[in-house]
């Protein structure tokens, strides 16, 4: 350090005294090897690494065997490089997502395995997916709060540590009964009555915390309901808008556990992974805030049913309500305002119902006939 600064005085002496060189005062920039907030002081102030356009990040998706870190992983390889993109969960891969690009082992109670692969790796963005969902989480809160919370705390410390661009997920789950639902905008009441809701306010909070305090380049969205063909159904509430296409395909029947009016917003997953992408590229001077809401359509069970019976009019629907899946649907949002994500960095919805339904029926009739085809 003292090098440093008696190189400094000596460029600035000789700047200075230069005539007519019209140059400003050298500035010696010093930047920490290692830190962590956990060790910060008081009045430390850190700012995320820039790229130029030229470059490629180097990603790391967490929790990425999950219904949208595969699919995340694809895309994001397509547009960076197949070797920029790295998928780690603490599950074992089938072949097709281990021969696809790289995967490595990571679990985020563990944090110095986790320092350990972004250094190793010189990750740039990273993409927090781990987490438990709404119901899995309600029959294991010591769990969800371990893997949702702790885990966080751990992903936050690292990202700001290394200077990361960070995405976490929320969810709409974040909100709860005393909020306005129909439609739910950006910034009101939040009082969630889920351990998995209580997790994503927190980790809207903190990455928020984490931005102004460190500097962070914190980014959220609060995904609506998700629908994906090629992944089966992980727990989650809204979960009966995938099983009822499994089903319909295998049996012609489904039993629905919520009842037929509980309206909730949904979206179908390449909308959803396109947007994450999107908001992860926005420049940082179009981002008024750093959690959003993006919506694409809003439906209840009976109404999906009676879209898809239209292509399957053999379809047989029945209810039999869960009432635990019930509350949480009852507390949560009817409709996401998201015309500031619309307005920041130009979101726009794909997929409505009719495609939606279109789309996932082209793929298990694509799937049947290369089944037939084998």
């Given at each position: ?93 089938p072949s097709s997502v281990f021969h696809s690009g790289p ?62 661009r960070l995405f976490v997920p929320s969810t709409i789950g ?201």
């Amino acid at each position: 350090m003292p090098v440093i600064r008696t190189l400094s005085k000596v460029a600035k002496q000789i700047l200075l005294s230069t005539p007519g060189c019209g140059c400003q005062p050298l500035t010696v920039a010093v930047r920490n090897i290692s830190f962590s907030p956990r060790q910060v002081t008081s009045d430390a102030s850190f700012h995320s690494v820039s790229f130029s356009e030229t470059d490629h990040p180097k990603v790391l998706i967490t929790g990425g065997l999950g219904q949208l870190g595969v699919g995340l992983a694809k895309m994001l390889r397509k547009r960076f490089g197949k070797n920029n993109v790295i998928l780690s969960d603490i599950r074992k891969p089938p072949s097709s997502v281990f021969h696809s690009g790289p995967f490595i082992y990571s679990d985020i109670l563990d944090y110095k395995n986790l320092r350990e692969i972004v250094v190793n790796n010189r990750i740039t963005w990273l993409v927090h997916y781990s987490a438990l969902l709404s119901a899995v989480g309600e029959a294991n809160v010591a769990l969800a709060r371990s893997v949702n919370i702790t885990g966080l705390h751990n992903i936050l410390d690292i990202a700001a540590e290394h200077g990361l661009r960070l995405f976490v997920p929320s969810t709409i789950g974040a909100f709860g009964p005393t909020s306005p639902r129909n439609p739910t905008p950006d910034l009101c009441v939040q009082r969630p009555r889920t351990i998995y809701g209580v997790s994503k306010v927190h980790a809207e909070l903190m990455g928020e915390y984490y931005h102004h305090r460190y500097g962070l380049d914190f980014r959220c969205l609060r995904y609506p309901g998700i629908i994906s063909a090629d992944s089966m159904p992980g727990g989650g509430t809204t979960d009966y808008a995938v099983q009822i296409f499994h089903d319909a395909i295998k049996s012609s029947k489904f039993q629905c556990n919520l009842r037929p009016d509980t309206r909730l917003p949904m979206m179908y997953i390449d909308d959803c992974l396109r947007a994450t992408l999107e908001v992860m590229e926005a420049p940082v001077d179009t981002l008024t805030m750093r959690t959003y809401n993006i919506n694409a359509m809003s439906f209840s069970p009976e109404e999906l049913a009676q879209e898809l019976q239209k292509q399957m009019p053999e379809l047989e629907v029945t209810y039999d309500i869960d009432h635990v899946r019930q509350a949480i649907a009852d507390s949560w949002p009817m409709n996401f305002d998201d015309s500031n994500a619309r307005r920041d960095w130009g979101w726009k919805h794909d997929y409505d119902l009719p495609e939606l339904v279109q789309t996932m029926l082209n793929f298990f009739d694509a799937e049947s006939r290369m089944a037939g085809a084998n």
